[in-house]
């Protein structure tokens, strides 16, 4: 065991306790796969995220950085506060990135771009696939999420890594009003994210967009904020013309969090994902 860079980034907000926390191993060169699942468990946040130097494959890519993901149950090919979170620990660590203004990340999924530019990062989401969910599935997650049929106005299943069920809902207040069945949820084993999108929303200086993202068949009944599940929810809705290309999404209410998350189509249809992060611990940890 060593003496392991270990930061531990609060992603999403610019304070403190008000986003999402990733824990982040700076050097994991020689850790085991079941070193790093058991690490996962033992820190018990959503993900816990371990650097490395890319594979020859990934550095002639372009990679700065090769990134594991793990959730206390297993590897991730992707997330994205992660993502983001563990590029502000690497660039807070002094490194910088081969290309100004742009970091490259290697993991599973594959090459990841972070663009970093006056205090935020925000990452390219990956290609969305699509499609309508099971006509008897949409009742019953309705029932264990407490919603009425007229309270929906679209429903879409959505993978980009993590596969969502996205519903699209009439209010903001429907939205933070719901008081879901998460055992329930967990037996019909799929993960659900809701939204309701302000015809104001491309004000993007204030919050225009509200979501939940609940998560028990991963082991998490509501994620406070969630960089995955507001990408896939951006690509459906802007393609459908339910959203502008650019709004602001506030997550996290409902645990006592402000999860702040910009979302931008550029002129090339791809779509950034991005916020502010901060570094809540600092120091080293025996691994």
């Known amino acids: 065991m060593h003496q392991r860079p270990f930061k531990q980034i609060d992603v999403f907000s610019d304070r403190p306790g008000y986003g ?16 790093m699942r058991r690490f996962a468990a033992w820190t018990n946040l959503s993900e816990t995220t371990f650097l490395m130097p890319p594979t020859d494959a990934g550095r002639a890519a372009g990679a700065d950085y090769r990134l594991r993901i793990f ?11 992660p993502t983001l979170g563990t590029c502000h620990a ?64 679209g429903a879409q299943l959505l993978d980009n890594g993590p596969v969502w069920l996205g519903l699209l809902l009439d ?8 008081h879901p069945d998460h055992a329930r949820l967990k037996d019909l084993g799929q993960d659900v994210g809701v939204i309701h999108v302000s015809p104001t ?42 959203a502008p290309r650019s709004y602001l999404v506030a997550q996290g209410e409902c645990l006592g969090r402000a999860g702040r998350v910009h979302i931008r189509q550029d002129d090339d249809h791809q779509l950034w994902v991005g916020g502010h992060a901060v570094t809540c611990i600092e120091g080293t940890v025996l691994l």
């Not at 209010?171 to 719901?178: I, N, Y």
Request: glycine share 10%; charged share 10%; aromatic share 4%.
């Open 71 to 81: 959730s206390p149950n297993g590897e991730l090919p992707f997330a994205g506060h």
């Open 171 to 178: 209010s903001a207040d429907t939205v933070l009003g719901l």
């Open 201 to 242: 929303a491309s004000n993007t200086s204030q919050p225009g967009a509200v979501v939940r993202a609940f998560a028990a068949p991963m082991g998490n009944p509501e994620d406070p904020v969630t960089g995955t599940l507001n990408a896939s929810l951006a690509e459906w809705l802007i393609a459908d013309g339910l």
């Open 90 to 153: 690497w660039l807070q660590a002094g490194n910088a990135p081969r290309q100004g203004g742009m970091v490259i990340q290697e993991c599973a999924l594959g090459l990841v771009r972070i663009a970093h530019a006056n205090g935020t990062l925000a990452f390219a989401a990956p290609p969305l696939k699509r499609s309508a969910p099971s006509p008897a599935l949409v009742p019953l997650i309705a029932s264990a999420l407490g919603l009425r049929p007229q309270q929906i106005l």
């Open 20 to 35: 999402n926390p990733v824990a982040v191993v700076l050097d994991a060169d020689g850790l085991s796969d079941s070193d």
